[in-house]
């Protein structure tokens, strides 16, 4: 069984010219990573930092859109369309 290595949470710097080292404890983050948007937490589970993926964002919104205005349509169109989105599927897999 594959183990992994704990990560240390201090480093330890070493200093010419001094006596001895330094050790500087850095506090746990945490990072929670979704579709669109990355949170980053610190030690006390603190929101610190907000990442937005607009491209992502923006995609799922086009999604959004087009699955509702697709579901709206008369089964006879809805079958166009899928067969219209295969078929512009296999030029674009073709270049």
């Known amino acids: 069984m594959a183990t992994r290595k704990k990560k240390s949470d201090s480093i330890t710097l070493e200093m010419p010219g001094t006596i001895g080292s ?21 030690a006390n589970d ?7 993926d607009d491209e ?7 999604e959004a859109i087009a699955s509702v205005e697709f579901n ?3 089964p ?17 897999s073709k270049k």
């Open 22 to 42: 330094a050790k500087i404890i850095l506090p746990e983050t945490k990072v929670v990573k979704g579709s669109h948007l990355t949170i980053t937490y610190d």
């Open 46 to 52: 603190y929101p610190v930092k907000l990442e937005w």
């Open 56 to 62: 992502a964002l923006l995609n799922d919104v086009r």
């Open 72 to 74: 709206d349509l008369k």
């Open 76 to 92: 006879a169109v809805k079958a166009k369309v899928i067969t219209r989105k295969k078929k512009e599927a296999a030029k674009a």
